[in-house]
């Protein structure tokens, strides 16, 4: 063997269950108690262990441009129109930077993988996807990365756009998502992008229904075409804000619906907090669809990050952890259970949305391993827990050194 893992405690197994992990060519080849052979080895001392998080939803290419944005009314605040003036100065270097320090961070706090919402439209054209894409090849060291290309200020209504989708999709990219709020027609943006992942075959994985009431919800689109097309297990729908303003018996016709169609929910509390409800003075709406209500009727769900330190939200630190901490506190989850129920949204339900076939610690899976500071997924929830070594391939790739108090003698 080339490393031991030792004396871990794997999310999903009994908290009081120690293993031993043993990771060959860079495959785990044992899961074994006090297991006996010789290899280099990191003890991780009775701490929590995962197969790494995973993040379903970011956007590199317009992350850390927050200083570059004019300021807007709130009430009459768009994140799309904020950023719309900066994409025309944006060079391929200048995306590749911002988008390359950002994964650093989701690396250093944990994520393993990653699937990445990337815009083109004539505005930026290719130069966004470009400086993405890049990084594929060079972080694969310590992350999966996959690319979303998608259209945010319009497709149908948005001449030239449509060609450049092509163009991303003859590049090989698997996923192709929607933003139709953001166009003249939304109905037909929705349709041509069903039409064009047919096509293609690939994936979806949408923007969809944020806004100030449950009225107009493309969700009912999105499942009418998931069904005719036989698209389910295939379908992802991020945000779906409106879901927080459905009743409970309403809410619960949506989940199983959502449930029988196959369409997968990716919920991104800090976003939603920072948009929704912008024209209310008071009785201000959280805009956070839960997760946990959906997840109970049978709809995969993760949570994820959406930005960081752009208009649509001007802070964050790329840890998924927090955002299962902030999805937590806004839905006053407060039972072990539930909290453990945030940790599967970050690992093994994300991973499920995302259709990855080889997560989990199961023999013959690639070497992959997060080690927190934390004995359980509802303490390392409930606490923040820092990650203090990550492994991808049985190589270590991150390394933390716990805070000390430095008492006086």
């Not at 052979?37 to 991780?44: H, K, L, M, V």
């Not at 001392?45 to 807007?72: M, T």
């Not at 129109?81 to 988008?99: C, L, N, Q, S």
């Not at 041509?192 to 969809?208: G, K, N, P, S, Y």
Request: net charge negative.
């Amino acid at each position: 063997m080339d490393l031991i893992i030792r004396h871990a405690r794997l999310a999903g197994r009994p908290a009081g269950e120690l293993t031993d992990v043993g990771i060959e060519r860079g495959r785990i080849v044992a899961l074994e108690h006090n297991l006996t052979a010789e290899a280099p080895a990191y003890d991780a001392k009775g701490r929590l262990a995962c197969p790494g998080l995973v993040e379903s939803h970011i956007h590199l290419d317009k992350a850390r441009i927050i200083d570059r944005c004019a300021p807007q009314d709130r009430a009459s605040f768009s994140p799309v129109f904020g950023v719309t003036p900066v994409k025309k100065i944006m060079t391929v270097e200048d995306v590749h930077a911002r988008a390359a320090q950002t994964v650093e961070q989701c690396i250093l706090h944990g994520t393993t993988r990653m699937r990445t919402q990337v815009e083109v439209d004539p505005g930026i054209g290719m130069r966004g996807f470009d400086g993405v894409a890049a990084l594929i090849d060079e972080y694969k060291w310590a992350i999966d990365i996959e690319l979303c290309v998608f259209p945010q200020e319009g497709l149908i209504s948005y001449p030239g756009t449509d060609e450049l989708l092509v163009e991303a999709l003859k590049r090989g990219v698997k996923v192709i998502g929607g933003a139709p709020r953001y166009d003249k027609d939304g109905p037909g943006q929705i349709r041509r992008i069903f039409e064009l992942a047919r096509e293609f075959d690939v994936d979806i994985d949408m923007h969809l229904d944020v806004g100030p009431s449950a009225e107009h919800m493309d969700i009912h689109l999105v499942r009418e075409l998931t069904d005719k097309y036989r698209r389910g297990g295939r379908v992802v729908v991020g945000h779906m804000a409106k879901l927080s303003l459905l009743p409970p018996d309403q809410m619960e016709t949506m989940a199983k619906s959502l449930a029988d169609s196959g369409v997968a929910v990716t919920v991104l509390p800090a976003t939603d907090l920072f948009l929704m409800g912008r024209q209310q003075t008071h009785a201000v709406c959280r805009g956070v669809a839960d997760a946990h209500v959906l997840g109970h009727h049978g709809v995969t769900c993760s949570l994820s990050t959406n930005n960081v330190l752009n208009p649509a939200t001007p802070f964050g630190d790329c840890s998924l952890i927090r955002i299962a901490n902030l999805y937590a506190n806004v839905l006053q989850l407060d039972r072990p259970a539930d909290l453990r129920g945030c940790f599967v949204m970050l690992t093994e339900s994300t991973a499920r949305l995302l259709n990855i076939k080889d997560y989990g610690f199961k023999l013959g899976n690639p070497g992959d391993v997060v080690i927190f500071n934390a004995e359980t997924p509802e303490q390392a929830v409930a606490e923040i827990a820092q990650p203090l070594a990550a492994f991808k391939n049985g190589k270590q790739t991150v390394a933390w050194e716990l805070p000390k108090l430095m008492r006086p003698a």
